[in-house]
């Protein structure tokens, strides 16, 4: 199939699209002619030079701001998209953040931020779009996770809880959705190379990737071409699945 075709007649929600994976989602995704949705928090300039360079390689994107972590800003947002664009065909809850902290260090006020950043979002996205998917009778969910999901990893104890709790909402709403032919998947990243990931210090860095099998973090194309295979016709028969993409990290 022309892969330019992929998306045609179809569009998509993505949380947290202007930067990192999220910004190579919009990418990948308006390359493969969806027509691409995606929101950010307050970053309104990286929004507009996203949409141009997408317009520029013949795409459709459009930056919304959201508060993912406001169940009104979610589903009004939600509501006017749909009513303007009709049924979608997908939804990526890729926004997140990570808000390190050992047990003992807990603020509480930032760990519940960051249940509300990745968690909660993830459920109200899915909660405001899943039925005008249903009503299309076919569609596809993804939900951005983390090897931190899948196995401990010290300081990240509030993170761990909600790419946890990712994988848990995947499993469920694909035994929900299934009758609508929605399918519902999980990818796990492990260290891909991001803004965030560059601030590490070198030494770190090293540590890190001397455990990781391949010996590199991942890029963030290896994970939105693995996001594009789920939300191809191809990956019709999967559903409730989570997809390690680490290096073998978790190997
Ligand atoms: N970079 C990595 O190594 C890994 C990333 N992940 C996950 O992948 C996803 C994307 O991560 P990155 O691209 O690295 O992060 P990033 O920090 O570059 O991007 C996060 C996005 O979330 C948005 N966001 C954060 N808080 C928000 C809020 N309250 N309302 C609306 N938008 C908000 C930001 O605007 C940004 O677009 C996250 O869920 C992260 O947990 C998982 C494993 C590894
Ligand atoms: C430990 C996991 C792989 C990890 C590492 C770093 C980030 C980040 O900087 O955004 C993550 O989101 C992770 O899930």
Redesign the pocket.
């Known amino acids: 199939m022309d892969v330019q075709q992929l998306g045609k007649g179809k569009w998509i929600l993505i949380?947290?699209?202007?930067?990192?994976?999220?910004r190579a989602l919009v990418q990948q995704l308006a390359r493969e002619g969806y027509e691409v949705a995606f929101?950010?928090?307050s970053?309104a300039d990286a929004a507009r030079q996203l949409e141009q360079e997408v317009a520029a390689n013949g795409g459709r994107a459009h930056g919304h701001a959201?508060?993912?972590?406001d169940f009104q800003s979610v589903s009004s947002l939600c509501e006017q998209l749909v009513k303007d664009l009709g049924g979608p065909y997908g939804l990526i809850n890729?926004?997140?953040?990570?808000g390190d902290q050992l047990l003992f260090n807990l603020d509480v006020e930032r760990y519940r931020d960051v249940v509300a950043?990745?968690l909660d979002?993830a459920v109200y996205f899915s909660k405001s779009l899943a039925p005008a998917m249903a009503g299309e009778r076919r569609g596809k969910i993804l939900h951005?996770?983390?090897?931190?999901g899948v196995k401990g990893n010290k300081g990240q104890l509030g993170?761990s809880a909600t790419?946890a709790a990712m994988i848990g909402i995947t499993k469920t709403m694909a035994l929900e959705l299934a009758r609508f032919k929605i399918n519902v998947n999980a990818i796990?990243?492990?260290?891909?190379a991001?803004?965030?990931?560059d601030q590490i210090p070198d030494h770190v860095r090293k540590s890190i990737t001397d455990n990781i099998p391949l010996k590199r973090?991942g890029e963030?194309h290896e994970v939105a071409a693995l996001a594009s295979f789920l939300l191809s016709p191809q990956a019709d028969y999967i559903t409730g699945q989570t997809f390690l993409i680490d290096g073998g990290l978790t190997a």
């Open positions: 949380s947290g699209g202007t930067r990192g994976i999220g929101t950010y928090q970053s959201c508060d993912g972590r890729n926004m997140g953040v990570t950043t990745n979002s951005m996770s983390s090897v931190s993170y790419k796990a990243p492990g260290y891909i991001t803004d965030m990931i973090f963030v």
